[in-house]
């Protein structure tokens, strides 16, 4: 199992980015798929995250803003960010709860991280 995530970049203040991370591989179910960020000299933190029925959830500096949705046909999850901000700049992980084919346990799987930054 592999999450591939893609969208980052270098934008200006008040640009928007989509990011998208696809998951492949002997997959049986995903229940929560998410996006973390990681700023230098930061802790990594949760941004959104979306469950497999829809709901979602945000971290407070980015409601309004940021978006994620996801197409469980495709397995993939998408984080659409707009109005970005310099303190937006980090880099974005995705995250995703798997069942691989085989297996009953649920496991955390995590993409390789893409970089988004905001010029002010």
């Known amino acids: 199992v592999q999450l591939q995530a893609s969208g980052g970049g270098l934008v200006q203040a008040g640009g928007s980015l989509r990011l998208s991370c696809a998951a492949s591989?002997?997959?049986?179910?995903?229940?929560?798929m998410g996006w973390y960020r990681q700023a230098p000299g930061n802790e990594r933190e949760l941004v959104a995250i979306i469950i497999s029925s829809g709901t979602t959830n945000y971290l407070d500096s980015v409601k309004g803003r940021f978006t994620i949705s996801r197409d469980n046909a495709k397995k993939t999850v998408y984080l659409q960010m707009n109005s970005l901000t310099p303190e937006d700049t980090a880099v974005y992980y995705c995250?995703?709860?798997?069942?691989?084919?085989?297996?009953?346990?649920?496991?955390?799987?995590w993409g390789q991280g893409t970089q988004v930054t905001v010029s002010s």
């Open positions: 995250n995703a709860n798997i069942v691989p084919s085989g297996s009953i346990s649920l496991r955390p799987y």
């Open positions: 591989g002997s997959i049986s179910s995903i229940s929560a």
